[in-house]
């Protein structure tokens, strides 16, 4: 029942067809409840009247006024029915036009909303961002490439160093080759082999009290 607040504009006050339609449904649903409590006190008259006897006619009289009475609250009661489904029917359909107009006022500020958002990037402004995104990541592609060619030169790619390299490999084996080639160096190696073969076969000296 509060969805008709959006319609009314005014808080929590209901708009008027709606207040109209909640008292008719009150109004009936009372008229419902009081003809129910006549019915239910007309029966148990008749059933009063009836248990006095056929012989018993006053008592007869009354328990057929009375069930004349029970069929008039019936047919009442059967056309209040009637009324309160009519009016429960528009109270519906009117707070389903009431969600309906909410739902298109929210759609209608959303839109405004997205327009106004899209008003403030306007598209050049875009296609100027990604340009400039495009030019920062070629420019640390670039930096990312210079870095690893700097660091190839620590792995052979620097054909300077490799140069230099192969020039002191073959003076280092140059000089090996003098050194073989020197008279004091080869007599020096195999006396120091005989020294090593010496110290090997000498036996180890005991120590002082030990037998």
């Not at 909640?22 to 009372?30: N, V």
């Not at 019936?74 to 739902?103: K, P, S």
């Not at 961002?129 to 792995?155: H, N, P, Q, V």
Request: charged share 30%; hydrophobic share 40%; net charge negative.
């Amino acid at each position: 029942a509060n969805m008709g607040n959006t319609c009314s504009g005014e808080g929590n006050v209901l708009p008027e067809p709606v207040n109209k339609l909640h008292a008719a449904a009150a109004k009936i649903e009372t008229q419902l409840q009081d003809l129910d409590r006549k019915i239910a006190r007309a029966e148990q008259d008749i059933k009063k009247n009836v248990a006095l006897g056929p012989e018993n006619k006053a008592a007869k009289q009354r328990a057929l006024r009375t069930l004349q009475l029970k069929k008039m609250y019936e047919e009442q009661r059967a056309n209040l029915i009637g009324t309160q489904f009519n009016v429960e029917e528009l109270r519906a359909h009117h707070e389903q036009a009431d969600v309906a107009f909410t739902a298109i006022q929210a759609m209608k500020a959303g839109e405004e909303e997205m327009r106004a958002q899209q008003a403030k990037m306007p598209v050049d402004m875009i296609d100027d961002l990604r340009m400039e995104m495009d030019e920062t990541a070629e420019d640390i592609k670039m930096i990312s490439a210079s870095l690893a060619e700097s660091a190839g030169a620590l792995d052979g790619s620097d054909e300077a160093a490799m140069e230099e390299l192969k020039k002191l490999e073959a003076d280092l084996e140059m000089e090996m080759k003098g050194q073989l080639a020197d008279p004091a160096f080869s007599d020096a190696r195999p006396a120091a082999a005989s020294a090593q073969v010496a110290a090997r076969q000498r036996p180890a000296r005991r120590p002082i009290g030990v037998s």
